[in-house]
């Protein structure tokens, strides 16, 4: 235990300030963070660093009288230090393969560093082996972004941007951004594979990851579900970035794209990088994938493969999805939804006995792709009417449960609920040729984001629960219940819509307007 405080003092030049505390206090009980590159941290720059300063950085890095083991914390789990100089926090990703803590002195900047080796028992605590001097910042934001191995394709991104932007980044104060993963920036040349030669494309998705200069966020303060969640505004049109907790997992919405935060807080002398496994603006899955990728959606995905409306939503333009951050389904073996245009089923065979119901071919072409919305049923509703005896006689008939499930699906438009004004109500067509009303609360609280949405059907309606969330070939609302009349039991649904392809109908409006202009030669 004396050896492992005794390695931060010498990393950070401490001296007889605070060695006799840590001598006096090897009875009691402790968790230390013991630095392993941190040598290098402290002697950037850090001349002018006063003893008082260094004690507080070197007790920033003792929890005391706690042996505080990372299997056991909270995600988001606060700790105040020795002293009381200051505090970190504990953050566990979805699956727990990473532990991160976030420390700030008082009044200070956050670090956040990496749990490289945790929980080594010593006599009277617990030692966590972390990569990075909590407490002391040294790099700029766009260094961050440079020297770290996780971001350095977002450093390329920046390069290409406009001028007042790339100032922006190098601003001496007031910095705050989203920095994609490596894997982030590579998935987007399966969208488009030329992205990075388009200037406008660059520009948006660094507004959209940066935050106008009167914003600041700390993402290890928010601890509230979606239900509750906070905002800030990017400088993409003041558009919003949505910030809340889920799965043991810090997330962020901008631009209708999804991002887990890898890792947060990571504090710099100009501002903050969070890292984040997205880019905001640009969808990277198509419907289908995004449906799997939820899991709370997995009733949902069972349900979509027994009818092939997995197979009829999927992008036939999108080279291949972005894998998963977690899965429910792939952890249960499930097959992953193909992309493209191919046609294979792959290791998700239809059974012999409900085969010939279900769609095969694909919705539009490697030319022409439909958009959908879709208002996705999620897992509990879909389980609520799996008990109901409606809902099991519905469920066992595929054709009619396709049907059914149709009605949440428009007929290749794509409407965002954020671009609806409180109290607004609109009329949708469904892919099986069903109006639904989609209204807003006029008590929707705008200027945080938060609004309630509805839609509704004959006088059924289902509430919206998590909207906006983007695909490459349309948007996602997910909903809390089925809209179900009773008059789905005997209607007859073998006359409902099935969309054609749109080369198909291109095509033939093309034969329309030919045949006009022949008549209208011959008058």
């Not at 988001?76 to 566990?92: I, L, P």
């Not at 200037?199 to 660094?206: E, F, H, N, R, S």
């Not at 197979?311 to 291949?320: C, F, P, Q």
């Not at 609004?451 to 983007?470: F, L």
Request: glycine fraction near 6%; charged fraction near 20%.
């Amino acid at each position: 235990m004396h050896t492992a405080r005794s390695n931060i003092h010498t990393r950070c030049n401490g001296q007889a300030a605070g060695q006799q505390h840590a001598h006096r206090a090897v009875k009691r009980t402790y968790s230390v963070y013991w630095t392993s590159h941190g040598s290098a941290a402290c002697t950037q720059g850090s001349q002018a660093v006063k003893m008082e300063t260094k004690f507080h950085i070197i007790t920033l890095h003792i929890i005391p009288k706690k042996a505080v083991y990372t299997s056991l914390v909270n995600h988001n789990e606060q700790f105040n230090t020795q002293y009381n100089s200051g505090r970190v926090v504990f953050r566990k990703n979805f699956d727990r393969e990473a532990v991160y803590v976030s420390g700030a002195l008082n009044g200070g900047s956050t670090v956040t560093a990496r749990v490289n080796s945790p929980n080594i028992t010593v006599l009277n605590g617990v030692v966590h082996h972390v990569d990075e001097v909590l407490g002391f910042v040294y790099k700029t934001v766009l260094e961050e972004i440079q020297l770290d191995p996780v971001t350095q394709n977002f450093e390329q991104l920046i390069n290409r941007a406009r001028q007042d932007l790339r100032q922006d980044i190098t601003a001496t104060t007031g910095v705050f951004v989203f920095a994609p993963t490596n894997e982030a920036m590579q998935a987007l040349r399966n969208v488009d594979d030329n992205y990075m030669n388009n200037a406008v494309l660059m520009d948006m998705v660094l507004e959209r990851s940066t935050l106008e200069p009167d914003q600041s966020v700390r993402l290890t303060d928010h601890n509230g579900g979606y239900e509750s969640y906070n905002t800030a505004r990017s400088r993409y049109n003041s558009q919003l970035i949505k910030i809340y907790s889920a799965g043991n997992d810090t997330w962020v919405e901008g631009g209708y794209v999804k991002a887990r935060v890898v890792k947060p807080d990571i504090g710099c002398i100009n501002g903050v990088v969070h890292q984040i496994d997205a880019v905001f603006g640009i969808p990277t899955r198509d419907l289908p994938y995004t449906i799997y990728c939820e899991d709370w959606l997995v009733s949902t995905w069972k349900e979509l493969e027994k009818t092939g409306l997995q197979n009829y939503m999927r992008d036939t333009k999108l080279v291949k999805n972005q894998a998963c951050t977690s899965s429910a389904n792939a952890r249960a073996g499930a097959a992953v939804p193909n992309t493209g245009s191919g046609t294979s089923w792959g290791n998700s065979q239809p059974s012999s006995s409900s085969s010939a119901e279900l769609y095969r071919d694909l919705c539009g072409d490697t030319v022409h792709r439909c958009e959908f919305t879709f208002f996705v049923p999620n897992g509990t509703a879909i389980d609520n009417f799996a008990r109901t005896s409606y809902g099991r006689t519905i469920m066992r008939q595929p054709k009619r449960w396709r049907w059914i499930l149709r009605r949440l699906l428009t007929f290749r438009e794509v409407i965002y609920l954020d671009r609806m004004a409180a109290g607004q109500q609109r009329v949708m067509y469904s892919d099986n040729g069903d109006e639904i009303v989609i209204r807003t609360d006029s008590r929707s609280n705008i200027p945080s984001g938060q609004r309630t949405a509805y839609i509704q059907y004959e006088g059924v309606q289902a509430q919206v629960i998590h909207s906006d969330i983007g695909a490459t070939n349309g948007v996602m609302h997910i909903i809390s219940s089925i809209l179900f009349v009773p008059d789905d039991l005997t209607r007859d649904v073998s006359s409902a819509r099935i969309a054609a392809p749109l080369s198909v109908l291109v095509l033939t409006l093309n034969v329309i307007f030919a045949m006009l202009i022949i008549i209208e030669r011959w008058r």
